[in-house]
């Protein structure tokens, strides 16, 4: 829990009684490589921080999944459409390869923005780092061509592209395995 603690550090100022009481609101919980965190239908009723692992964001459109994003270490995982209006989910979230997170409920995240001095803070910084992301993903899904996709992915995930397969990284940009293959070889050559 340490790492969480100090990732939460990174964004506010934590008292040690402010330590204390995330020690109390969040829980540990180990996923095995393909389990799910979420699955579309279900409310999302957490949020999570990845401290190992790693986990994929996707959708099933007409029987084909289409992966919409990636988390990592450090970071932390949630549903935001389905979580805030404690509605059913169309988002499923995966566990690429065995992970260990830390969840806070919904309750408990509520208790985190009044008990934790600058938590409500944190949330706010939390949603903006979000919200930037998917307007950015979008835009460039809108607008790039699929090798400049690939160059963001790179960029964005440059040190877990090699635990991502393929396939997923063809989907995350918006394309069949095989364009993404060219792309690779045109880029290497």
């Known amino acids: ?40 239908g279900n409310v999302c009723r957490n949020i999570i921080f990845i401290e190992k692992g790693l986990v994929r964001y996707y959708n099933n459109k007409d029987g084909e999944e289409q992966t919409g994003y990636f988390n990592k270490e450090g970071e932390f995982v949630c549903d935001y459409p389905s979580f805030l209006p404690q509605k059913p989910s169309l988002t499923n979230i ?3 390869e065995e992970t260990t997170v830390y969840t806070i409920s919904y309750t408990n995240m509520q208790l985190f923005y009044q008990q934790v001095e600058h938590g409500e803070r944190f949330g706010r910084l939390a949603i903006e780092y979000v919200f930037v992301n998917v307007i950015n993903q979008i835009t460039s899904l809108y607008n790039d061509p699929a090798e400049l996709r690939y160059q963001h992915f790179l960029s964005r995930f440059q040190d877990i592209g090699q635990r991502i397969p393929q396939y997923y ?16 070889k045109r880029m290497v050559g």
């Open 1 to 40: 829990m340490d790492f969480l603690i100090k990732t939460i550090q990174n964004h506010i100022p934590l008292s040690s009684a402010d330590e204390q009481i995330i020690r109390k609101l969040f829980r540990e919980r180990k996923l095995k490589k393909g389990e799910h965190l979420l699955e579309a």
């Open 169 to 184: 990284i063809a989907s995350y940009i918006g394309i069949k395995p095989q364009s993404l293959s060219r792309i690779r």
């Open 94 to 96: 995966q566990a690429l």
